[in-house]
């Protein structure tokens, strides 16, 4: 069984800082890519950054410059420090776990990020 856990999500300011941790667990291996999907009300799931196990990353333009992405292969751990946010960047954010030619996908339950004064 896989379990795969976000954390870090919660209510900032705009123009504040957060940073989202998802870790999976279980019975899973060769992870290749771990990334960050969020979901606004009345909108579709969309990307907003992924890494790969080689370090290779790729940013949603929406949040190029103000997101980094990094991960911890050892702990099958990705991390999402999130900058200058605004109430735009609220959402639910959810972590995507795949394997090597999508051998495997899963995703967490979400974490909720709202960006208001």
């Known amino acids: 069984q896989v379990q795969v856990v976000e954390s870090g999500g919660g209510l900032v300011q705009p123009g504040g800082s957060l940073r989202l941790s998802c870790v999976a667990s279980g019975s899973i291996f060769s992870i290749y890519a771990m990334g960050w999907f969020r979901q606004a009300p009345g909108k579709p799931r969309e990307l907003v950054a992924t890494i790969t196990s080689g370090g290779g990353t790729n940013y949603a333009d929406s949040v190029m410059g103000r997101f980094t992405i990094s991960r911890d292969n050892a702990k099958n751990t990705v991390y999402l420090q999130m900058n200058s946010l605004s109430p735009e960047d609220t959402a639910v954010y959810y972590c995507?776990?795949?394997?090597?030619?999508?051998?495997?996908?899963?995703w967490g339950q979400g974490t909720q990020v709202t960006v208001s004064s």
């Open positions: 995507n776990v795949k394997g090597i030619m999508s051998s495997f996908e899963y």
